[in-house]
């Protein structure tokens, strides 16, 4: 990845992993500029978010909470993953699912 993509869409990747309006925010600001790097992150989080939905909903009312407490503390480390390789300016992708989520999502950005 080039460094001027990485150093323009590093502050939009930054915000997509801030809360749901984050990312929201993020994929706005991303159409005007259409950067790969940010696309990237704004992907892996969407995926990231999704799960944690389905987490919540599914798992945690009609399986049991506290295997949705388990699989919320593994998202949440994936998300820090995710997050840090935003602020290193690196295309990392999460562990496990990050490349589902660049397929998935691949028409974003």
């Given at each position: 990845?080039?460094?001027?993509?990485?150093?323009?869409?590093?502050?939009?990747?930054?915000?997509?992993?801030?809360?749901?309006?984050?990312?929201?925010?993020?994929?706005?600001?991303?159409?005007?500029?259409?950067?790969?790097?940010?696309?990237?992150?704004?992907?892996?989080?969407?995926g990231?978010?999704?799960?944690?939905?389905?987490?919540?909903?599914?798992?945690?009312?009609?399986?049991?909470?506290?295997?949705a407490?388990?699989?919320?503390?593994?998202?949440?480390?994936?998300?820090?993953?995710?997050?840090?390789?935003?602020?290193?300016?690196?295309?990392?992708?999460?562990?496990?699912?990050?490349?589902?989520?660049?397929d998935?999502?691949?028409?974003?950005?």
């Amino acid at each position: 990845m080039e460094n001027q993509t990485v150093h323009e869409g590093k502050t939009i990747a930054i915000i997509s992993y801030i809360t749901f309006i984050g990312t929201i925010i993020a994929f706005i600001m991303n159409n005007d500029k259409h950067n790969s790097f940010a696309a990237f992150h704004i992907r892996q989080v969407i995926g990231l978010s999704l799960f944690w939905l389905i987490n919540g909903f599914a798992i945690g009312l009609y399986v049991n909470s506290m295997v949705a407490g388990a699989i919320s503390l593994i998202l949440f480390v994936l998300w820090i993953i995710g997050f840090v390789g935003a602020i290193q300016g690196e295309e990392k992708r999460v562990p496990l699912v990050g490349d589902l989520f660049q397929d998935w999502f691949k028409n974003i950005g």
